[in-house]
């Protein structure tokens, strides 16, 4: 036998259906990791040099970041994230075609190359250099022959791209 409801549970108030937290959640954390992996961090890793006009290319490859140094008529310098450091090759040096290779320069990449050995990293063999649009091709030769006698393979080149 059944038995009829009373009238206090026949009149309680309809609750509104709430969505679900959880998969709200789950939705939100998907949306966040898509996010962070297709953000681009590349673009923060190299500053351009403050006077210095980069070359145009059409390359599409990501910049990457090694022992690093600018160019331009006044010298050879360290880089330091986009801001000159120290002087390694005067506006002497670049203009003393008696010269092959910087002097100064060469000094400060065997010690760059001793201390890595003293501290146990692996040998660095690339240089990212960022020249001035109007350097002399001799200054540049004399950088790229410097690198080589210090041992380092590979430079790299900062360009800027078209478009």
Do not use: W
Not at 57 to 66: F, Q, R, W
Not at 75 to 80: H, I, N, S, T
């Amino acid at each position: 036998m059944a038995f009829t409801p009373s009238k206090a549970k026949k009149n309680l108030p309809k609750k509104a259906e709430m969505p679900n937290l959880t998969s709200m959640m789950d939705l939100m954390t998907i949306i966040l990791l898509f996010l962070l992996k297709s953000l681009s961090v590349s673009g923060a890793l190299l500053h351009q040099a403050q006077g210095i006009e980069l070359p145009l290319s059409k390359i599409h490859m990501a910049p990457e970041l090694h022992l690093s140094f600018i160019i331009n008529s006044h010298g050879v310098f360290k880089d330091l994230e986009g801001q000159t450091g120290d002087m390694v090759a005067d506006a002497d040096e670049l203009a003393n075609d008696d010269l092959v290779i910087f002097e100064h320069l060469k000094s400060y990449l065997d010690s760059e190359r001793q201390l890595d050995k003293e501290l146990g990293r692996k040998q660095r063999e690339i240089i990212t250099l960022q020249g001035d649009k109007n350097i002399q091709y001799r200054h540049l030769f004399k950088f790229i022959t410097t690198c080589g006698e210090a041992g380092f393979s590979t430079i790299q080149f900062i360009v800027e791209k078209e478009g």
